[in-house]
């Protein structure tokens, strides 16, 4: 089984958490096995979780949480990591940009009593986890775009930035030639950076980071600074967060949709499943896109799934620091 390992965990049952019936009946019975539903990945708190390969990520945020700070402070510092890493192009400086060679950022963050900031369309700025946490704090608004978000980035202090590197210049140029356009699964193997923790009050926040699809259309904006879609947290039962083509995660309003489905009793995994279930029983095109989610519960308990292979996560809990692959729909 090429998955992460779970832990039978007998004290489950005292919760009263049970298989629930499926929206999503799978031709290949992904969501019925009641194995699965007695299996439970365990974890102490504080933890912290992100999609993709990004152990320096979570270290960053690790590190925060061990020094007593809350999830909110360990999310921001985590995610400016990858952002400020010029070699991952889907993130941050480095960031592959739009059809007419711009690169353009969109963030959200949430914390644990409901709050929530974003940004979409920024430019020139490298950190917008923390113009998006600006938002949220120092605003009466949640969302700000474009030149509006850059002006008030400037305001709080935040540098301009050229953020075409040169070889996200040069994979523009190549992409010219033929400037089709079509979703790349997997691209770069890394995409949004999605990332939930759970401090050592089990207060839990979230935060999501990207520069969005590559040679997107001008002006495009996806699932990642969208509230339910992109992330979406609810204190009393835990959060989630997506990766992969925006718009099917916003069409499905996935991250929301999960949180839900932990209400009503599933685990992180059986959530992340069935709004993976939802996208592939809305949408025959499935084969032609990825879509990854996390998911992680006010228990500590952990869930991640893709409808393709080559999804991973990293987390970061009881002193290790991992990347694991994730299971997957389509195989
Ligand atoms: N998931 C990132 C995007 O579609 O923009």
Not at 59 to 72: F, I, K
Not at 79 to 96: D, W
Not at 178 to 186: D, E, G, L
Not at 290 to 311: C, M, P, R, W
């Amino acid at each position: 089984m090429k998955r992460r390992k779970f832990i039978q965990n007998a004290s489950l049952s005292t919760f009263g958490i049970a298989a629930g019936t499926s929206l999503f009946a799978s031709k290949k019975n992904i969501f019925s096995s009641e194995e699965k539903s007695a299996q439970i990945e365990t974890a102490n708190f504080p933890l912290v979780i992100a999609t993709w390969n990004v152990k320096e990520s979570t270290a960053e945020a690790w590190r925060v949480l061990q020094d007593g700070n809350s999830a909110l402070d360990a999310i921001e510092k985590g995610c400016m990591v990858e952002e400020a890493n010029a070699e991952g192009q889907s993130v941050g400086i480095g960031g592959l940009p739009d059809r007419d060679g711009n690169v353009t950022l969109d963030a959200c963050i949430m914390d644990s009593k409901g709050n929530y900031g974003a940004v979409v369309y920024l430019q020139n700025i490298t950190h917008p986890i923390s113009v998006a946490r600006k938002v949220m704090e120092d605003t009466p608004h949640v969302i700000l775009a474009g030149k509006g978000a850059e002006q008030f980035a400037l305001s709080k202090g935040f540098k301009p930035v050229d953020l075409l590197t040169d070889a996200s210049k040069k994979a523009w140029e190549e992409w010219k030639k033929t400037s089709q356009y079509k979703p790349i699964i997997n691209i770069e193997n890394h995409d949004t950076i999605g990332m939930l923790a759970i401090d050592k009050n089990g207060d839990i926040s979230g935060g999501c980071t990207t520069s969005g699809l590559a040679y997107k259309m001008a002006g495009r904006v996806g699932d990642s600074p969208i509230i339910g879609s992109g992330l979406f947290i609810d204190n009393e039962i835990g959060g989630a967060t997506a990766t992969g083509l925006g718009e099917e995660v916003l069409k499905t309003v996935g991250s929301f949709l999960i949180v839900e489905l932990m209400r009503q009793g599933k685990t992180p995994q059986q959530a992340c499943e069935e709004a993976i279930g939802r996208i592939i029983k809305k949408n025959p095109d499935f084969k032609n896109f990825q879509v990854g989610y996390i998911a992680l519960n006010k228990k500590g308990e952990t869930g991640y799934y893709s409808i393709h292979d080559g999804f991973s996560v990293t987390k970061y809990h009881d002193g290790k620091n991992e990347n694991i692959p994730s299971d997957f729909y389509e195989k």
